[in-house]
C-alpha cells in the first residue's frame, strides 16, 4: 500500500490527509498542534503530535519510509522550510512543499523539492480564467499554460455533434467528457435534477445547452474554444 505523511493539518492538510486515505493510501498524519492530531486520528492510519523541525522525532515515526512526504505547513515559514530541509537530508524518495509568497517557493526550488504547492497563486490564476470567460465554471492547472475546464456549451454549438465541432482539429482541444443534467425524483417524491456523465462521450451525441463539456488544452485554445 502507498504511504504518504502529511505534515501540517491546518484546513489544506487535513483535507488533503482525509482524502488519501478515502482513495486507499495509508496516510501518517503529522501536526505540532495536539487537538489537530485529535481531530483527524479517526480519519488516517496513523496521527500524531510532534515538531515536525526535530529531526529525531521526526525519525521516531520512520518518516524516512514513506512513498512521499507532503509539507502543508502554511503560516510558520520557517517551520515549513526547516522541516523540509529535514526531509531532504533524511532521503524521503519524494516531496511535496506548500508555498504562500514567491521568496518561500524560490527557496523551496533550491532544496530541489519534487513539487511547489503554490495555492494562493494557483487559486487565483484558475479564478481569473474562470472569470474571464461567462463559458467557463472551473478551471485546473494541469502544467504551466495548460488546464482542465468545465465549459458551459456554447451557442454556437447547441444542436451540433462532437463530430461536426471536431474540437481537436478545429479547436486544439480535446473533449474529455460531458456532463448532462437529468430530471429525476429524490426519495420524497419532489423534482430535481441528477449530473450524468459521459466519460466516453460519443462523436454522434448531439449537445444541449444545459450540457457542460470537460475540455483539456492550452489555457489559450480553451478561452478560444469556449467562445465557440
Known sequence: ????????????????ARELTDHGVQVIALDEQKERVEAIKESVAFAVALNTTDASALKSVAIQD?????????????ANLLTTLLLKKMGVKKIWAR?????????LSSLDVDDIINLEEQMGKA???SLASANVSKHVPLSPGHSVAEVKVPDSFVGKSLREIDPRKKHSVNVVAVKTLVPAIDDSGERTFEEQ??????????LTEDQVLLVAGSDKNIERFAKG
Open 99 to 107: 508555498a504562500i509568497n514567491p521568496l518561500q517557493s524560490e527557496i
Open 1 to 16: 500500500m502507498r504511504s504518504v505523511a502529511v505534515i501540517g493539518l491546518g484546513n489544506f492538510g487535513s483535507t488533503v
Open 66 to 78: 514513506v512513498d512521499i512526504a507532503i509539507v502543508c505547513i502554511g503560516e510558520d515559514v520557517e
Open 197 to 206: 456523465v459521459d466519460d466516453v462521450p460519443p462523436p454522434d451525441m448531439k
Open 127 to 129: 479564478i481569473a480564467r
